[in-house]
């Protein structure tokens, strides 16, 4: 039991979103090194279409609204009550 003290369900979950940022931006960089490689990977910016389509004040809230609901979602998991039910409701 005191290992479950020590790293909680929201510390758990919340060092998987860092492993699992830093692991994808080391398969990018890894994906970046070859110049055909790096170009598909270019075109997979969408940042231009949703700036047109939102707007620039909707692009930022579009990213403040991702941002929330992940805190959303790890106050959730941090503060269940049920140790078995694994579904993740907001």
């Known amino acids: 039991k005191s290992e479950d003290s020590e790293l909680g369900k929201g510390s758990l979950f919340a060092t998987g ?4 940022g830093a ?6 960089a890894l994906l970046s090194v070859d110049e055909g490689t ?26 403040v609204a991702f941002f929330t609901a992940l805190g959303l979602i790890l106050y ?4 269940r009550k049920d140790k078995n039910n694994a579904d993740i409701t907001i």
Do not use: M, P
């Open 17 to 20: 979103l860092v492993a699992g």
């Open 23 to 28: 692991l994808a931006g080391v398969i990018v």
């Open 38 to 63: 790096f170009e598909k990977l270019s075109r997979l910016n969408f940042e231009e279409s949703l700036r047109h389509n939102l707007g620039d004040s909707g692009y930022e809230l579009l990213g």
């Open 76 to 79: 959730n998991i941090a503060t």
